[in-house]
């Protein structure tokens, strides 16, 4: 069970990984003074979004054993 819990928590800091980044890109280019259009800025979120239900997802699927190699799991807990 704590090796559930721990790949579950892996997953969620790839997740604040993906945003942090996304939210760095979009400061940078705000402080360089490059307007971002709103249509861009919408689908770059669902993109974001997308990428991290596909984090979540992969681990739901490797917790369940549905799919090999247990992706967010240290290898002491293998």
Not at 4 to 11: E, T
Not at 35 to 44: H, L, N
Request: charged residues 10%; positive net charge.
């Amino acid at each position: 069970m704590g090796a559930i819990l721990i790949g579950f928590l892996y997953a969620l800091l790839y997740c604040a990984i993906v945003i942090l980044v996304a939210f760095a890109f979009v400061w940078a280019l705000r402080f360089l003074g490059i307007a971002i259009d709103g249509d861009v800025y919408k689908w770059g979120k669902v993109v974001v979004g997308l990428i991290c239900v596909i984090i979540l997802v992969t681990w739901l699927l490797s917790a369940l054993g549905l799919v090999g190699g247990g992706f967010y799991q240290p290898r002491f807990l293998r």
